[in-house]
T-cell receptor, first 109, second 119 residues
Framework: LAKTTQPISMDSYEGQEVNITCSHN???????ITWYQQFPSQGPRFIIQ???TKVTNEVASLFIPADRKSSTLSLPRVSLSDTAVYYC??????????FGAGTRLAVHP | GAVVSQHPSWVICKSGTSVKIECRSL??????MFWYRQFPKQSLMLMAT?????????EQGVEKDKFLINHASLTLSTLTVTSAHPEDSSFYIC???????????????FGPGTRLTVT
């Protein structure tokens, strides 16, 4: 079963750029890479999705190297409201998502 | 994006009783929905895949007779926790995936979760 590895926690300050890397060594050829954000007592919220190279939307960028064994979520100029847990689940087959431990990001004033 | 709702948002029940949690896709149809459980400070653990019109598929270690799943329509799946015990107290989250298209495989949308407390 495919697994992911992320740093358990990260700290940052308001206005800084934060990069969170996820290792997914066994990702399947057809699988996309998706990142989610979760606040306490809420369901995960979709942030960004990509297959290769770089994807950017209004909230984040996603960098995926050619071998696709890892990906990096980049949050530009974080604010206190970005304090959350960030996940990069993998497809466990039949479109079901398997979540790893996630990265707990704390943004400080 | 698409919206998935859950009802109730929180529930307290007594040990030995059953509790039903509803998951609805509000603006899209979902032939497949998923149920997760999350304990405090832990990640989401997939419990089962809910298939419209057929039996649910449970993950290893999840008791199918305890966690009854029904997916009666393309927009509604229900999870019933039967004979609940305090150890079943958790945050239950459902998700549904839209069909996707040329731009990618589609997104999986999560409900807001249901906090179950068994006393």
């Amino acid at each position: 079963l495919a697994k992911t590895t992320q740093p358990i926690s990260m700290d940052s300050y308001e206005g800084q750029e934060v990069n969170i890397t996820c290792s997914h060594n066994n990702i399947a050829t057809n699988d996309y890479i998706t990142w989610y954000q979760q606040f306490p007592s809420q369901g995960p919220r979709f942030i960004i999705q990509g297959y290769k190279t770089k994807v950017t939307n209004e909230v984040a960028s996603l960098f995926i190297p050619a071998d696709r064994k890892s990906s990096t979520l980049s949050l530009p100029r974080v604010s206190l409201s970005d304090t959350a847990v960030y996940y990069c689940p993998v497809d466990g087959g039949y479109n079901k998502l398997i979540f790893g431990a996630g990265t707990r990001l704390a943004v400080h004033p | 994006g698409a919206v998935v709702s859950q009802h109730p948002s929180w529930v307290i029940c007594k040990s030995g009783t059953s509790v039903k949690i509803e998951c609805r896709s509000l603006d899209f149809q979902a032939t497949t929905m998923f149920w997760y459980r999350q304990f405090p400070k832990q990640s989401l653990m997939l419990m089962a895949t809910s298939n419209e019109g057929s039996k649910a598929t449970y993950e290893q270690g999840v008791e199918k007779d305890k966690f009854l799943i029904n997916h009666a329509s393309l927009t509604l799946s229900t999870l019933t926790v039967t004979s609940a015990h305090p150890e079943d107290s958790s945050f239950y989250i459902c998700s549904a995936r839209d069909g996707g298209g040329a731009g990618g495989p589609g997104e999986q949308y999560f409900g807001p979760g249901t906090r179950l407390t068994v006393t």
